[in-house]
């Protein structure tokens, strides 16, 4: 089976808060990538980040970090003192690169940060 | 360089119709995915075309077909429309060259049946 689990639906915090998203996936392919796309109330979803499946290093990008585990087939997005702009709904996805070259989506985690 | 456009933004159409909606990928690029967002959901798979074919189908009924032109754009059209279908749908466009084919997406268009 091939799925993306964000099992938080919703998420609100104050303003310069940190903010974990969780994303767990399950696949028995071994080439994969994971990607974490933001979606604004405009519907358009933007590329946050990609990290192919034989790189677990960590990566940090600004304010945002994410935290690969494949022992644990979680990769963990971290927003740090989160700012109002950052109210979005987040969707962690997989990418299989054998058979359909598709993305698989999780179901979304609706962040709200209030000021 | 014009990213991924789509038309309409938004339609309206009520129970039974028929509906087409358009997708010009980024320059450069010879694939198209379609994905259809149901509100509170994440987008699903609905197929993908690469020369002019559809490469490759997820879990959606015949009612739902497509085309791909020489152009490379692509048109998605849903036949004898249910309520369920109404959703975000999303075209996201590819290059098949390399490995790794990063999908850029469109900014969607809004169906509501009513």
């Known amino acids: 089976a ?14 310069k808060e940190d903010v974990t998203l969780d994303c767990v996936y399950e696949t028995r392919d071994t080439t ?11 519907g358009e979803l933007v590329f946050l980040i990609r990290r192919n499946s034989f790189d677990e290093q960590n990566e940090i990008s600004g304010r945002y970090s994410w935290n690969f585990q494949k022992s644990t087939s979680s990769f963990n997005f971290t927003i740090t003192a989160s700012q109002v702009v950052d109210s979005a709904v987040y969707f962690c996805a997989l990418y299989f690169l054998q058979g359909a070259q598709k993305l698989v989506f999780g179901q979304g985690t609706r962040l709200t940060i209030n000021p | 360089d014009a990213g991924v456009t789509q038309s309409p933004t938004h339609l309206i159409k009520t ?15 010879d694939t198209v995915s379609w994905y259809q967002q ?7 798979f ?22 791909q032109f020489p152009n490379y754009s692509s048109e998605l ?12 749908y999303l075209c996201a466009s590819s290059s098949a060259v390399g490995s790794y084919n990063e ?9 509501t049946v009513l």
């Open chain 2, 38 to 44: 149901a509100l509170g959901q994440g987008p699903q």
């Open chain 2, 15 to 29: 129970r039974g119709q028929q509906v087409t909606l358009r997708c010009s990928p980024k320059s450069g690029h």
């Open chain 1, 2 to 15: 091939q799925k993306v689990t964000q099992a938080q639906t919703e998420i609100s915090v104050v303003e």
């Open chain 2, 103 to 111: 999908q850029f997406f469109g900014p969607g268009t809004r169906l």
């Open chain 2, 77 to 88: 059209n849903v036949n004898a429309l249910l309520l369920g279908d109404s959703a975000l």
């Open chain 1, 32 to 42: 994969y990538y994971l990607f974490w796309y933001k979606q604004p109330p405009s």
């Open chain 2, 46 to 67: 609905i197929f993908q075309y690469y020369e002019e074919e559809e490469r490759q189908r997820g879990n959606f009924p015949d009612r739902f077909s497509g085309h």
